[in-house]
T-cell receptor, first 112, second 113 residues
């Protein structure tokens, strides 16, 4: 059974810092991995989708990497801004026929 | 291009009642998945609908049921509500055969009192 963990559970940084959020999964045989952002009480906004054959994806100040063999993905946020404050969720799709398994999220606060 | 829309946004029900939540998928998407998110936790998969049939189901009791209509929209029904059913219910849509990414709606906040 696939399990997903995220470290740290919460993170508070001053504006402008570069930061890394970590995601680990127990079964390296995955179809793809998706990072989401969730503002308090709101739905999920897709940030980056990495297919199992890919090593990384980039969008603006965000970069996500995937290392299937070690069961890890990292989300790198460059030059953080207060507007980046949210919960970041990592979700793994075990195979095409199965649904995403989510981690518990990392709650990020970027202080002005 | 409209994304995933869910209704209602908020709902308060009494224990033992029944509730129906609705979801319209993103244009071009044919598959709808439902998730339950308790406060402070990641979403948990309830079930997925494709071609008007339940294709997959997570570890949820039979009190949770659903339906998909010919226009791909979907409903989630919960019978005999328990206090523990209070959560944010998220609908996600996707397109079969396309890169496998999901688009989520804003969710329905259900409170059972």
């Amino acid at each position: 059974k696939q399990e997903v963990t995220q470290i740290p559970a919460a993170l508070s940084v001053p504006e402008g810092e570069n930061l890394v959020l970590n995601c680990s999964f127990t079964d390296s045989a995955i179809y793809n991995l998706q990072w989401f952002r969730q503002d308090p009480g709101k739905g999920l906004t897709s940030l980056l989708l990495i297919q199992s054959s890919q090593r990384e994806q980039t969008s603006g100040r965000l970069n996500a990497s995937l290392d299937k063999s070690s069961g890890r993905s990292t989300l790198y946020i460059a030059a953080s801004q207060p507007g980046d404050s949210a919960t970041y969720l990592c979700a793994v799709r075990p195979n095409y026929g199965q649904n995403f398994v989510f981690g518990p999220g990392t709650r990020l606060s970027v202080l002005p | 291009d409209a994304g995933v829309t869910q209704s209602p946004t908020h709902l308060i029900k009494t224990r033992g009642q029944q509730v129906t939540l609705r979801c319209s998928p993103k244009s071009g998407h044919d598959t709808v998945s439902w998730y339950q998110q308790a406060l402070g936790q990641g979403p948990q998969f309830i079930f997925q609908y494709y071609e008007e049939e339940e294709r997959q189901r997570g570890n949820f009791p039979d009190r949770f049921s659903g339906h998909q209509f010919p226009n791909y929209s979907s409903e989630l029904n919960v019978n005999a509500l328990l206090l523990g059913d209070s959560a944010l219910y998220l609908c996600a849509s996707s397109s079969t055969g396309v890169n496998g990414g999901y688009t989520f709606g804003s969710g329905t906040r259900l409170t059972v009192v």
